[in-house]
């Protein structure tokens, strides 16, 4: 059950259930809709720029740069069609992403999270989902990979808020693909020189639907 917390859609203080978590179902179209029509939709970095491969800085400034570039974001994310999208995929070295995505249930989740830290399982909750897996950084590839089908981050949100946010099948998926961006890594990293090898093939065979920033 929700607790009574305060919420706008320009920007407020999402609710939180009993154990803490961020209600990030509330009212989910209506906040989406107001970032992405508030922002500019950027192109999308891909694999080989320099931004993608390297630790972003953390989120200091939790200002009208900051909502601005979260607002931005979510236009990007509509824009490429995504579900999750980080600031180094529009270029921006900054530890945040934002997410509009359907659990395994169905369920819409739309939410920022800055400085994000993905949280140790105990070894009852590591229960590998080895679905298949695609970035809108490295597009039109796709591979199985396996990873937790539940996953807790925690970070703050765009006023400086710390939150903890959880995820149950595609939805974990999405946290744990986001965080690892801004930690420098792509999901090609964590497979097989194969895998890797042919999803990148992929990716050089197939033409993106959105617009990307190309490699010098």
Known sequence: MAQDTEQSFTGG???????????????AEERE???RERGTSRPITVVGNPVLHKECKDVTA???DLA??????FASQRTAQGVGLAANQIGVDLKVFVYDC???DGVRHVGVVCNPVLQELPADRRHLDESGEGCLSVPTAYADLARPD????????EQGNAIKVRGTGYFARCLQHETDHLYGYLYIDRLSKRERKDALRQMEEGTP???????D
């Open 150 to 157: 539940y996953a807790v981050v925690t970070g703050q949100d």
């Open 13 to 27: 203080v999402l609710p939180v259930d009993d154990e803490g978590f961020v209600v990030d179902t509330e009212d």
């Open 62 to 64: 939790f200002d009208d």
């Open 102 to 104: 359907m659990d395994d």
């Open 33 to 35: 809709t107001a970032h």
């Open 68 to 73: 601005k570039l979260v607002d931005d974001m």
């Open 209 to 215: 639907r959105y617009p990307v920033v190309p490699n």
